[in-house]
């Protein structure tokens, strides 16, 4: 069993940065996906990017390409989501997840396939 924990989001203003992080407590092997979601009010949850813990590829929503970059420390119980150029869209809570198998782009528009999930932490983006 996995526990993942998010933290990092606050307010933030349009064209700011933040950076979110997913602390990862419990057995977990390398052939895990890890995986950054977000769910804006009234709206379904969707993939942003997730990274595949042993090989270390990352797969990205296109909205979030070359702003977003997804990273996990050394000793691979930490992953990050490093947010630039933010905009009102990014707006939403952020969830981390786990899955217990490699992954890549199309699992990102598939969020029944992560086994586990945080509870999640809000960003808010304003002008």
């Known amino acids: 069993q996995l526990q993942l924990v998010e933290s990092g989001g606050e307010p933030v203003q349009t064209g700011g940065s933040l950076k979110l992080s997913c602390k990862i407590s419990?057995?977990?092997?390398?052939?895990?996906?890890l995986g950054w979601f977000r769910q804006a009010p009234g709206k379904e949850r969707e993939g942003v990017a997730v990274i595949n813990r042993n090989v270390g590829d990352s797969y990205y929503h296109d909205s979030v390409k070359g702003r977003f970059t997804i990273s996990q420390d050394a000793g691979k119980i930490t992953v990050y989501l490093q947010m630039n150029s933010l905009n009102s869209e990014d707006t939403g809570t952020y969830y981390c997840?786990?899955?217990?198998?490699?992954?890549?782009?199309?699992?990102?528009?598939?969020?029944?396939?992560?086994?586990?999930w945080g509870q999640g932490t809000r960003v808010g983006v304003s002008s």
């Open positions: 997840a786990a899955m217990r198998n490699y992954c890549s782009q199309q699992n990102l528009l598939r969020p029944q396939d992560f086994d586990y």
């Open positions: 419990g057995k977990i092997a390398n052939n895990y996906c």
